[in-house]
């Protein structure tokens, strides 16, 4: 008997203003894996060892803890770590990962005669023989545990999630399980159910927001042709955050995300949901999602919707990454600066890593737009270059007064209407129902005035375009401030002449110490984040 598909999935992102200690962590999953109301009801918990610190005894500290409640892990609920991936952390601590499986399901398996950790999810997934690499290294795992503790020898017992979350793989992901698939079964393993997680919040950080969207919707779309060719069920998850640049997974815009993510069968509650915006709302996100997402119809695009989508990808990211390359150095700074709210490795550092630059050459390739494809291509930056982690990313600019959701979609919105006309408009509003929710959610918190005092006048002047021209075409006005507003605009401006002092822009200090002076701006990015339901 198959496994139930879990609708909902804590992590353990740091986007919320309370900061979590991965001694507190155990105890938040059990918490949130325990029905409601004595706990969130949530129903799988994605124990993070992806550029992290947690301890390899966490997943059976979850286990115990959940068994000691009577909840049995594996049936009733899900524990799903997120190991970390061979290629940009190593293979020791990947293994390190799969060993702390082990030894949650001999502990469980003592208790109750049950396997409580039955998948693992791969991030930064490249292709089909990486995710089939580690589905190798985990029979390895399988085998000694069995030599050593007598566990079962089933090599399918523990699947792989594989995490996509970059371009070309996100277009092509198709291809990718389709390999995935075939090599399964020229080495004997079964898959009869194939999970993948989609991460909405990278391919926005180095594409923009909407692109996400649409390669999202791409990818959940493109990959139920697996199902029927190969008789295997498909069961997406997006993972995302509440603010709208990172997925609007909120209960106020839930209706929007199930309508534009059809098919998925799993949505992410990240910290921000659970601690900003508070227990009752994500209990009863948690219901609906309970409720909705089994019989959700999945996306169908037909081949000339699909190359109209890609294109349209294509006009704003070229938007988008004429912004991003303007505003990275300096944002960068302000990342840096944000407060860590787990206890994550440095991006900079021998055991941690940073994301790299966009790639729009790879995404150029998919463009049926020859010459939209070629502009495109003009756009690729040679070299390396660590950017920050989107959490931190769009913190930072939340910061200073310029949301990121906005940044290339008036110019995008205004290219399609004038480059293809307003058939191909419309289909694009037609088939992102959630976008004037995202972008009137995003404008509430423009203050370009603040933001021009860090940024370069060339990026403010499109910034102010793409703001014109969502309101010309979504109706959305840009300052329509309530109270809550203009405190919220109050502590930008106390907080400007600091911030500007610590990364670099302004000589003069405003206060002689500066460890004062990055608490008082610690404190205000905290109660900036409070204020909008999440710090990033």
Same mark, same amino acid.
């Given at each position: ?52 610190? @947690? ?41 390190? $990962? ?17 396997? $409580? ?19 190798? &290294? ?6 000694? $545990? ?99 640049? &990172? ?6 815009? !839930? ?26 709302? @994500?209990?009863?996100? =948690? ?40 505003? !990275? ?24 890593? $940073? ?50 959701? /906005? ?6 919105? &205004? ?44 990026? /403010? ?43 670099? =822009? ?31």
């Amino acid at each position: 008997m198959k496994n139930k598909i879990p609708t909902s999935m804590m992590t353990q992102h740091p986007d919320a203003s309370t900061y979590i200690s991965i001694q507190k962590e155990p105890e938040e999953a059990i918490f949130s894996l325990t029905p409601a109301l004595e706990g969130l009801g949530i129903e799988e918990t994605m124990v993070d060892f992806e550029g992290k610190l @947690t301890p390899y005894q966490q997943t059976s500290q979850i286990v115990m803890g959940l068994l000691s409640k009577g909840i049995v892990p594996g049936k009733d609920v899900f524990v799903t770590p997120r190991i970390p991936s061979g290629i940009e952390e190593g293979v020791f601590r990947q293994l390190m $990962a799969l060993m702390s499986v082990v030894e949650s399901n001999y502990q469980a398996w003592k208790k109750s005669k049950t396997y $409580a950790i039955k998948e693992v999810i791969l991030p930064m997934c490249p292709g089909a023989e990486e995710i089939l690499s580690v589905r190798e &290294r985990i029979i390895d795992v399988i085998n000694l $545990a069995h030599k050593e503790f007598g566990l079962s020898k089933n090599r399918d017992l523990i699947q792989v999630i594989p995490l996509i979350e970059t371009v070309p793989q996100v277009i092509d992901v198709y291809s990718i399980f389709k390999d995935y698939l075939i090599g399964c079964k020229k080495i004997g393993l079964k898959t009869d159910r194939l999970r993948f997680m989609l991460g909405f919040s990278d391919l926005a950080l180095t594409y923009g927001m909407l692109p996400s969207a649409l390669l999202s919707k791409i990818a959940i779309a493109d990959s139920y042709r697996l199902q029927k060719e190969f008789k295997v069920e498909i069961a997406p998850i997006l993972g995302g955050g509440v603010l709208p640049f &990172r997925g609007h997974l909120s209960l106020e815009n !839930i209706d929007n995300v199930i309508r534009d993510y059809g098919g998925v069968r799993t949505l992410t509650i990240q910290s921000a949901m659970r601690y900003d915006h508070g227990y009752d709302k @994500t209990r009863k996100l =948690v219901e609906i999602l309970k409720e909705k997402l089994p019989s959700s119809a999945p996306l169908k695009f037909d081949e000339n919707l699909r190359s109209d989508l890609v294109n349209i990808v294509g006009v704003f990211v070229k938007h988008y990454l004429v912004c991003f390359y303007g505003l !990275i150095d300096i944002v960068s700074k302000i990342s840096d600066l944000i407060p860590r709210q787990r206890d994550r490795l440095a991006r900079k550092s021998e055991v941690g890593y $940073a994301r790299d630059l966009p790639h729009p050459l790879e995404l150029s390739g998919f463009l049926t737009d020859e010459a939209l494809a070629g502009e495109i291509r003009k756009l690729y930056k040679k070299g390396k270059r660590e950017l920050p982690r989107t959490i931190s990313y769009t913190a930072a600019l939340y910061s200073i007064g310029l949301p990121p959701e /906005i940044i290339g979609v008036g110019r995008g919105l &205004r290219e399609v209407d004038e480059r293809y006309g307003r058939r191909v408009l419309d289909l694009l509003l037609d088939n992102y129902v959630g976008l004037k929710s995202d972008l009137a959610f995003a404008c509430k918190f423009v203050h370009l005035a603040n933001a021009a005092e860090f940024l370069k006048p060339k990026v /403010i002047s499109l910034v102010e375009e793409d703001l014109r021209f969502i309101e010309k075409y979504l109706g959305i006005k840009r300052y329509e401030k309530n109270k809550q507003d203009k405190f919220y605009g109050t502590i930008l401006e106390t907080m400007k002449p600091m911030l500007k002092q610590v990364i670099g =822009v302004e000589e003069e200090s405003i206060i002689s110490d500066e460890g004062l002076e990055s608490g008082l701006i610690n404190e205000w990015i905290l109660r900036l984040g409070k204020m909008r339901g999440s710090l990033g």
